[in-house]
Each structure stands twice: as structure tokens, then as C-alpha cells.
């Protein structure tokens, strides 16, 4: 009976439970909420580099802003990350994943990915946006981003959003063969897929042909990467 207490409260005391006033690995909404349960709580504070929540009733937040918080009061209405974040000119706030929110700078509203374009330059400060067919996007083997509006080589979590490639393509690497009858539906094979983690996927547009891999643009060797290949789409996955 003791060792079951004993490690029922090893298990109560993981993600989202207080450990000495700190409420870890939550969304800054969930915090808010907490706070608004706790009678005690007069604001909050929430760091979302660590995803830690502070419930403030007295003095302490003294202490909380040297520890790396940003105090924000108690809110009965729902709160999202982007409501109570203050960005610059010429910035854009995007929330991240599990709560917390971050402000990013883009050339227009939406950022760089997408924006029109005729060279390189005309994209972002980060080399890996290129200026592909006047449309600024990653390099071909890296993922956009959102939450800091960058491209980087590897996402920890795959979301749903997609950049297409006219004319480029993965040769001998294609994990399933599919026949939808619209690009959209074989967008969503691919992120359905359980079998692995699809990367990529090809469309030709003028037969349906749907071919989803787990290997990105660069993860194949050089004479694999096809370009000029008319009719084909290659769709890369972006972080969620």
C-alpha cells in the first residue's frame, strides 16, 4: 500500500501540476484559468520559453520577474497567447505551439514565406529563403517555421501546413503510391499517414498520381532530387 502511495504521487506531481507555486509544461491559457480557479491568485505570471506558470498572491512577484516571468492579470474571459503580447513595428504575433506566443518580423503582413519576389534578396535576412519561381520560399529540404518565421532543416512536430515546388521531385523514393482524385486530398494522405512521417509528397496534376515518402528534398543523395519536371508538384511538410 505504501509503495502504491508513493508512486501515485510520483505520477501527480508531472506536467501541469504546482511543485512550490510554479504550475509547469502548460499553455499560458490554461494558466490564466488556474488562476481564475485559486480565489488566492491576484495575477499571474508565465514564461513561455519553459512553459511555466506562476500563480501570484502576494509579494513574490518581486522574485518572479528576476526569474525570467512576464506578469499579466488575472483574465475571466478566454485568453489566447496573442491577446496580451506586445509586438513591434513591422512584426506579427504567432502563437506556438502548447500556448505560448512569440513575435516574428516578415516583409509583409503574413511574413516572408509566400511573399512575391524577384530575387533572393527581395525574401528575408535568413539565407535559407530563396526567391523560387517569384515566390519566396524555403530551400528545397528545409521546413518553414511559424513560430519565429524561419526555415530550419529538421521540425520537432510536423504540423499541416504545406510549401509547394513546381517542377521538382524525389526519384526512387516514393513509400506509397496513391490515386486521389485532387491535390488537396493527397495533402491529406500524407499528414494521415501512420505507417511513417510523411515529409514530402509528389502530385502530377494532369494524371492524379499521389506519391507520399518520409524522405525530404535533401535527405536523398543529389541525382535523386529531379527539377524541371513537368506537371509535378513537390509538397514539403512545415513545423506545426
Known sequence: ???F???LSCVCQS???VQEGIVSGIGIKLCNQKCVERGFCMRFAYDSDRLACHL???DSVKWTMKEG????PKLRSQL???SIATCGFNTRCVERRRGGAACVKGHTEGGALESRCITHSDCSADRMFVCFINSCKCLPGYS???ANNSCIRRCKVY???LTRYLGLGLKEHNDRFLKPKTEKECSEMCIREYRFTCLTFEYHRGHDTCLISKSGYLDVEYSKRETGQQNWILVVRNCA
Request: with cysteine.
Open 1 to 3: 500500500m505504501l509503495r
Open 5 to 7: 502511495f508513493l508512486l
Open 15 to 17: 506536467r501541469g501540476q
Open 56 to 58: 501570484v498572491h502576494n
Open 159 to 161: 504540423g499541416n501546413g
Open 144 to 146: 518553414f517555421n511559424p
Open 80 to 82: 489566447s497567447a496573442c
Open 69 to 72: 516571468y512576464v506578469v499579466h
